[in-house]
Nanobody
């Protein structure tokens, strides 16, 4: 069974930074696109950031452009989300996702077949 395990969430004040990590086990995702999504209470699960298989291409939701950075270390089978200048509206459960067979950059939720359990990020004002 494929596992994606997120870590690094927590409670911070507005303006602070956090780095989320997502480690894959029992499967290697070095050829897969990876992404982060987030879900706030009562809202849909929304796209945050995505990265192609080799890290050469990335894309971000408009709400996080210039503040968040997605990266990956294929040697460690891990993807990261560096979150800077956090705002209260960034409060959500953050989910790591891996695509099924797609290696190119994709922001479509339907392209992601493997999901982590989520990590809570809470930003106080």
């Amino acid at each position: 069974q494929v596992q994606l395990v997120e870590s690094g969430g927590g409670l911070v004040q507005a303006g602070a930074s956090l780095r989320l990590s997502c480690a894959a086990s029992r499967h290697t995702f070095i050829n897969n696109a990876m992404a982060w999504f987030r879900q706030a209470p009562g809202k849909e699960r929304d796209f945050v950031a995505a990265i192609n298989w080799n890290g050469g291409r990335t894309d971000y939701a408009d709400s996080v452009k210039g503040r968040f950075i997605i990266s990956r270390d294929n040697a460690k089978n891990t993807v990261y989300l560096q979150m800077n200048s956090l705002k209260p509206e960034d409060t959500a459960v953050y989910y790591c996702a891996a695509s099924g067979v797609i290696s190119y950059l994709t922001i479509l939720r339907a392209d992601y077949h493997y999901w982590g359990q989520g990590t809570q990020v809470t930003v106080s004002s």
